[in-house]
């Protein structure tokens, strides 16, 4: 058990998901016997916390997913996927790193979409606005199927803000 959480561990590490200072308290957490597993099942989560009875990989692709939602209800393709992050950031590395890439997509997204309303004005706003909404979608998708294969991809044009 305490093999396997490590082995884990140190591919969330390998993959730049976990920073080598959270890699090493949590190492240390396991090897000390602080580290209780709910269950045994053998999902790709490393704390194995509760992501609402969701993998690790699956609760993180829900989190990408959720910017869709804008599309359906306004506001809420940015609302929700900061909620599911900050529910479970303190619980889980992977969650957290996700959730960090996906804020700074998120205001990156808004940022450039205020300079195209400005540039509509000129009208080369216009075909901008509709590039950056279809980037938005594509990216939300690539970044939702990496995040299923327990990968972190971060958004092309994306700035680092947080």
């Known amino acids: 058990m305490k093999y396997d959480d490590l082995e884990q561990l140190f591919a969330l590490k390998e993959k730049g998901i976990l920073s ?11 090897l ?3 580290q209780k597993r709910k269950s045994t099942s053998t999902t790709p989560t490393v704390l194995n916390q509760d992501l609402f009875g969701l993998t690790e990989n699956s609760y993180c692709t829900l989190m990408h997913v959720s910017q869709l939602l ?22 889980n590395a992977a969650v957290d790193a996700h959730g960090r890439v996906i804020l ?6 808004l940022i450039y979409a205020v300079v195209c309303v400005v540039l509509a004005v000129i ?13 938005d979608i594509v ?3 690539m970044g ?11 958004y092309p044009m994306s700035l680092k803000l947080f």
């Open 32 to 34: 000390n016997g602080e």
């Open 144 to 154: 939702a199927s990496k995040a299923n294969e327990g990968e972190l991809w971060k």
């Open 104 to 109: 700074n997509w998120i205001v990156s997204s």
């Open 123 to 135: 009208i080369i706003g216009i075909p901008m606005l509709i590039a950056l909404l279809i980037a």
């Open 139 to 141: 990216f939300v998708v």
């Open 20 to 30: 080598e200072q959270e890699y090493q308290k949590e190492k240390e957490k396991i």
């Open 70 to 91: 804008g599309i359906v209800i306004p506001g809420l393709g940015f609302v929700a996927p900061i909620v599911l992050w900050v529910v479970h950031k303190d619980k």
